[in-house]
């Protein structure tokens, strides 16, 4: 069975990649997909063999949590995690302008030992305060063989306010006597704990906010429902309600499960109310329910107000579905980030052997005179060569990209359908149910007598959706079990030029699979068990809500609306995802790239005496992390 479990503790990419590795690791998991933005794991697994306790002890043996129980809210973990996180970099800030201020000497203290033993008691408060999660999580780390930024930021911190301790009372012992001018770091170390929160507190702002989607979907559920009981009708929590409780909602009030009408009423209509299901459907006119009607948990009377009979409730309703689905899609991955995620676990040794590289080569060409330049030069690598850019590059605009085709009535349930996208150049779409809609209102046992306009009608814009489809050069194929005249007159209609009549289902992944031998990148569009097959074999599948469960559970993608406007438009999101994908993956690679060098003092080699300090380096580290999660926060208002 597949379950999406909120995961507490992760700070960068590393931090996901090795909940993810130790989840794959354990017996009856047969894959697990960890989320950094999205803050879970799609996981895959056999509950007769491992369970979810299990589960859990095994992710908090490496320093993470995963929330199983029922009784802990993740919102408002998240919330108290974040207030902790502001309190400690507020008061982070107080400590570094303090140090900051007295290794100025804006603060007279007196003598120089004065002044270095009161920057150590208030680096010392900072560290056993604001820092102490840094070193926990990296000697748990440690523990299992492992490291993530967490690792890099104690080791960068701790070397030097070690070193600076070490000068504070030692200094004139060890260089003074040697004629060598010694200096305290604590300032540094002090400041590359600040500036550090301080991204991870802007990250976690900008973070939060591509989860937009599915708050949104969440804020549509309710939180209490009106229960009929007898005579009277009583507000209780949507916790209580059962399978078969009749509830009552009123006009503004949201339906709190899914069920049956047994009673409806509006001033425009007696035995009737009107229900605006837009949110579900994407269509803006209210659908009218009447005794037998089935309505759906999130959706609202416009007008009048009904009873119904709970059918399904809590997780089974469509709305709880649809959530489920979008948080799937937002915690699996594209082809791109599993490269980048196995890069990350590997990143952080590497980076450390580059600091201790550095070291050495300032050690061997200066000599003991050079070990403070020595040590500050790998200080600076050590912080400067964050790996959360690189691992939020890709998940952040997947889950803002997926987020966004939520909003257009497009639920996809796999990022790789969303990297895929935009590579489609041929298209096969079933006809009946999904470029047209049948007429239910009519005597189909008398149907080959009747006008075609009468049996079935063109979607709304359908036409418009062919001609956007073809504008982008995407070759349309019709596929249609209907008679030739039938087929030809809706394919001449939508404007589509390629099309077959009388097909059967092997026909349809017959034509899928001659298009994909000819080189192209297929995609299947169709809403019955007969189209099933194609959906399996194409490259992306897509799936009409008013489908068959059969043909939503094969497909990757579901149109939950009847405007097929949204086809083009999910083409284009996945290519400015895709886009935005590359343009945070570059500046990911070039910032390291860059900046790794200047820190460990390369322009020195070519008489520059130029270098970029530890301080600095948390600031652009921080600034790096935050740039490329607001680069993929863009997606929501350019693929509008």
């Not at 006119?285 to 759906?296: D, F, I, N, Q, Y």
């Not at 309703?317 to 899609?329: E, F, G």
Request: aromatic share 6%.
């Amino acid at each position: 069975m597949k379950k999406t479990i909120p995961v507490v503790g992760m700070a960068c990419s590393a931090c996901s990649a090795n909940v993810e590795k130790k989840l794959n690791s354990l017996a009856g998991i047969s894959s697990a997909s960890v989320s950094l933005p999205g803050r879970s794991a799609l996981i895959d697994y056999d509950p007769t063999t491992i369970s979810l306790e299990k589960m859990k002890q095994a992710v908090n043996d490496i320093g993470y949590d995963l929330v199983i129980e029922a009784d802990r809210s993740v919102a408002e973990i998240e919330q108290r995690a974040y207030t902790l996180l502001r309190r400690r970099t507020l008061l982070s800030w107080l400590f570094a302008l303090s140090v900051m201020a007295i290794s100025m000497h804006w603060v007279p203290l007196g003598s120089r030992d004065m002044a270095n033993q009161v920057a150590l008691l208030l680096a010392l408060a900072n560290f056993m305060y604001c820092g102490r999660e840094f070193f926990i999580n990296a000697v748990k780390q440690l523990r299992h063989l492992t490291a993530n930024m967490d690792t890099l930021v104690a080791l960068s911190t701790g070397i030097s306010f070690v070193f600076s301790c070490i000068n504070t009372f030692w200094g004139d012992v060890l260089w003074g006597s040697r004629g060598i001018a010694w200096h305290t770091y604590f300032d540094a170390s002090v400041m590359i704990i600040t500036f550090v929160l301080t991204g991870r507190l802007l990250e976690e702002r900008a973070k939060d906010a591509t989860a937009a989607s599915i708050r949104r979907l969440m804020g549509m559920q309710p939180k209490t429902a009106r229960l009929v009981d007898g005579d009277h009708v009583d507000e209780v929590p949507i916790a209580t309600i059962a399978k078969g409780d009749v509830l009552e909602v009123r006009a503004g009030e949201k339906i709190p499960v899914d069920g049956i009408v047994t009673q409806a009423e509006s001033f425009m209509t007696a035995d009737a109310a009107y229900v605006d299901e837009s949110m579900i459907t994407g269509e803006p006119t209210p659908a009218e329910k009447r005794m037998g009607s089935r309505v759906l948990a999130g959706t609202i009377p416009s007008q009048g107000k009904l009873r119904l009979k709970a059918q399904q409730i809590g997780e089974d309703t469509a709305l709880a579905q649809i959530i489920r689905m979008v948080q799937a899609a937002q915690s699996s991955k594209a082809p791109v980030q599993r490269v980048v995620d196995k890069v990350a676990l590997v990143f952080v040794p590497v980076v450390t052997a580059i600091a201790l590289l550095t070291f050495v080569i300032w050690l061997v060409a200066g000599g003991m005179d050079h070990l403070p330049q020595a040590i500050l030069s790998a200080i600076a690598v050590l912080v400067i060569a964050c790996p959360c850019a690189m691992g939020l590059a890709t998940p952040t605009a997947l889950m803002v990209g997926i987020g966004k085709a939520a909003e257009l009535q497009v639920l996809i349930k796999d990022a790789t359908a969303l990297e895929r996208m935009r590579k489609v150049d041929a298209i096969v779409i079933d006809k009946t149910g999904t470029l047209t809609l049948p007429n239910q209102a009519i005597d189909f046992t008398k149907a080959d007598n009747l006008d075609l306009e009468a049996r079935e009608t063109l979607k709304p814009h359908a036409a418009e959706a062919m001609k956007a489809l073809q504008e982008r050069g995407i070759a349309v194929y019709m596929m249609s079990g209907d008679k030739e005249e039938a087929a030809h007159y809706w394919a001449n209609k939508a404007g589509i030029e390629h099309y077959q009549s009388k097909v059967l289902p092997q026909d349809k992944e017959n034509l899928v699979r001659q298009l994909q031998r000819k080189g192209h990148t297929v995609a299947m569009i169709g809403d019955g068990i007969n189209d099933t097959q194609a959906l399996a074999l194409a490259d992306v599948s897509m799936a009409i809500g008013r489908g068959t469960d059969v043909a939503m559970d094969v497909a990757q993608v579901t149109l939950m609306g009847d405007d097929l406007r949204n086809i083009p438009r999910a083409f284009d999101l996945s290519q400015r995802t895709v886009r935005m994908i590359a343009q945070n993956l570059f500046w990911a690679f070039i910032y390291n790239l860059v900046c790794i060098p200047l820190a460990a003092g390369v322009l020195y080699a070519f008489g520059i005496d130029w270098q970029i300090t530890p301080l600095w380096a948390s600031v652009l580290m921080a600034f790096s992390s935050v740039s490329v999660v607001l680069n993929s926060l863009r997606l929501r208002f350019v693929a509008a």
